[in-house]
């Protein structure tokens, strides 16, 4: 398995371009997290990315592109996160490292994924990241102000699958109530037109990802007051 401590210099620069203050101990973090990965890839599967430099630009990096959206969004309020369909905890995991405000929930429908998260959790020190290992539309568990999503499903089951998970916007404190946020590649048109009209795809956010030449874009969802 590769030294992650050779990935330091990558990861240091890759936040920087996204504009994030990680401290040391985030970056430790985030090489650790991605050390487990490697070491539990060949028993549980997580990704079939195996190159520790590719897993870091697509894995962790393009994880962390979405943080400076949601570190806007939150303004420091201690929020709630589902990340549904999270696989090996991504962005769940990033998130719960550099966001430690944000009580992070990792949905998985595969035992072992969720058991791999609740490992993170434990080995990291993060009680701000909880594994679950449900069907989503199934999980019995109190509502969310953000749920979020990296290559699960379509926009139109994302959002209905999930949807009772959202909170009603009068318990949620944000100007704009609680969220969906979709992390996907190319601007899904075809999704996008497929969604109910009693949601609002309030903004399409372009996203950039240090190091990898490929499109992504995040997708800002809410239900229509």
């Not at 995991?93 to 434990?122: G, L, R």
């Not at 909880?130 to 379509?154: C, K, M, N, Q, Y």
């Not at 497929?194 to 239900?223: M, N, S, T, Y």
Request: contains cysteine.
């Amino acid at each position: 398995m590769t030294d992650t401590n050779s990935l330091r210099p990558a990861l240091v620069a890759a936040a920087q371009q996204l504009g994030l203050s990680l401290s040391d101990s985030q970056i430790e973090q985030l090489l650790a997290y991605q050390g487990l990965i490697q070491k539990w890839n060949k028993v549980y599967n997580l990704t079939a990315v195996r190159d520790p430099q590719a897993m870091l630009t697509q894995h962790l990096v393009d994880s962390l592109s979405l943080l400076p959206a949601l570190l806007r969004h939150a303004e420091g309020r201690p929020l709630r996160l589902m990340d549904v369909g999270s696989g090996g905890g991504l962005p769940g995991v990033v998130v719960a490292i550099c966001a430690p405000q944000i009580d992070v929930t990792c949905v998985d429908a595969v035992a072992k994924k969720a058991s791999f998260i609740k490992q993170v959790a434990a080995e990291l020190g993060l009680k701000n990241l909880h594994g679950e290992h449900s069907r989503v539309e199934a999980l019995e568990v109190p509502p969310f102000d953000l749920i979020t999503s990296r290559a699960f499903a379509s926009l139109l089951d994302f959002t209905s699958l999930t949807r009772q998970h959202l909170k009603p916007r009068a318990e949620s404190g944000a100007k704009s109530g609680a969220i969906w946020l979709a992390m996907k590649g190319q601007h899904p048109a075809e999704e996008l037109a497929a969604l109910p009209p009693d949601l609002d795809v309030f903004h399409v956010e372009q996203l950039q990802v240090p190091g990898l030449d490929a499109q992504r874009c995040l997708i800002w969802i809410k239900p229509r007051a």
